[in-house]
Nanobody, 129 residues
Framework: QVQLIESGGGLVQPGGSLRLSCAAS????????VGWFRRGPGKERQFVAA????????FYADSVKGRFAISRDNTKNMSYLQLNSLKPEDTAVYYC??????????????????????WGQGTQVTVST
């Protein structure tokens, strides 16, 4: 079992930054990759970023590459998503997820929501003037 709690969302102006956090408990944190997804208003859930178990490899959606940065601290059971140069289209609820059944961390696997078996409740990010 894994419990995930996101925080750090809020209202920010275009061009601004936010840092989202994901606190994990339960199963050993370094046992699984972590993914971040988002669901914008009226949109499907969308892959944002993922990081492998030891934090050595990162994967990003094209829409956020160069603006967002994923990281993790296995000593603190935390994952982070740094959001920079935010745009109105980044407005969404952001979720972190644990992929305890992902054995081969490819982009194809890590970007697929169905590969993740534990999800947080989400944190709202609103980008607006």
């Amino acid at each position: 079992q894994v419990q995930l709690i996101e925080s750090g969302g809020g209202l920010v102006q275009p061009g601004g930054s936010l840092r989202l956090s994901c606190a994990a408990s339960g199963r050993t944190f370094s046992d699984y990759p972590v993914g971040w997804f988002r669901r914008g208003p009226g949109k499907e859930r969308q892959f944002v970023a993922a990081i492998t178990r030891a934090g050595h490899r990162f994967f990003y959606a094209d829409s956020v590459k160069g603006r967002f940065a994923i990281s993790r601290d296995n000593t603190k059971n935390m994952s982070y998503l740094q959001l920079n140069s935010l745009k109105p289209e980044d407005t969404a609820v952001y979720y972190c997820a644990a992929g305890t059944k992902i054995t081969i961390p490819t982009m194809e696997a890590l970007s697929r929501a169905s590969e993740y078996d534990y999800w947080g409740q989400g944190t709202q990010v609103t980008v607006s003037t």
